[in-house]
Antibody, heavy 120, light 110 residues
């Protein structure tokens, strides 16, 4: 059974760095072809893809947020971590951790999401 | 990478068919067959309903179908039911290794 769960602060101040952790089970990110991404959704708005990390540690980022994002993995803990620097109120959103199955290009399992509010 | 364009809202009566369009460019929707669709009910995480343009995951109703022509992908819901009321998002893989989502469509069952 595949599960994903996001964790991190619910509230961050402007200019701070956000660190979110996705803890997953039921599969291994080291499996050839496996990929994981972070996606966010501001309240009442559309989904936005942020970053992706692959089984071979290749990483890809949203062009508009590239300079602020870092994605990494800890295979021993089955975790994927996203850091976003210089947080702003417009970054207030629900952040989702998602899986892309082997060699595919869609998101088949989603975490429940974690709401992050940016406010002083 | 700009968001894919979707109509903000679509409505239909129970039993009718509706179609949601998703327009991109040759760098995303038109460049390959990696278009997927997601259904999102209020307060819940999105759920995959179509992948690779027209494939349904196990457990997804046959009433959902997908297609593509050029730079525009489409999701059709046939035999519309009250439970289909939700937001729907398309997504496409982009050549740069990234993904892009649509602007989202709210489906209302009259």
């Amino acid at each position: 059974q595949v599960t994903l769960k996001e964790s991190g602060p619910a509230l961050v101040k402007p200019t701070q760095t956000l660190t979110l952790t996705c803890t997953f089970s039921g599969f291994s990110l080291t499996t050839n072809g496996m990929r994981m991404s972070w996606i966010r959704q501001p309240p009442g708005k559309a989904l936005e893809w942020l970053a992706r990390i692959d089984w071979d540690d290749d990483k890809y980022y949203s062009a508009s947020l590239r300079t602020r994002l870092t994605i990494s993995q800890d295979t021993s803990k089955n975790q994927v971590v996203l850091t976003m620097t210089n947080m702003d109120p417009v970054d207030t959103a629900t952040y989702y951790c998602v899986r892309t199955p082997r060699t595919e290009y869609y998101f088949d399992y989603w975490g429940q999401g974690t709401l992050v509010t940016v406010s002083s | 990478q700009s968001a894919l364009t979707q109509a903000a809202s679509v409505s239909g009566s129970p039993g009718q068919s509706i179609t949601i369009s998703c327009t991109g460019t040759g760098s995303d929707v038109g460049g390959h067959n990696y278009v997927s669709w997601y259904q999102q009910e209020p307060g819940k995480a999105p759920k995959l309903i179509i992948y690779d343009v027209s494939n349904r995951p196990s457990g997804v109703s046959y009433r959902f179908s997908g297609s593509k022509s050029g730079n525009t992908a489409s999701l059709t819901i046939s035999g519309l039911q009250a439970e289909d009321e939700a937001d729907y998002y398309c997504s496409s893989y982009a050549r740069t290794g990234s993904f892009v989502f649509g602007t989202g469509t709210t489906v209302t069952v009259l």
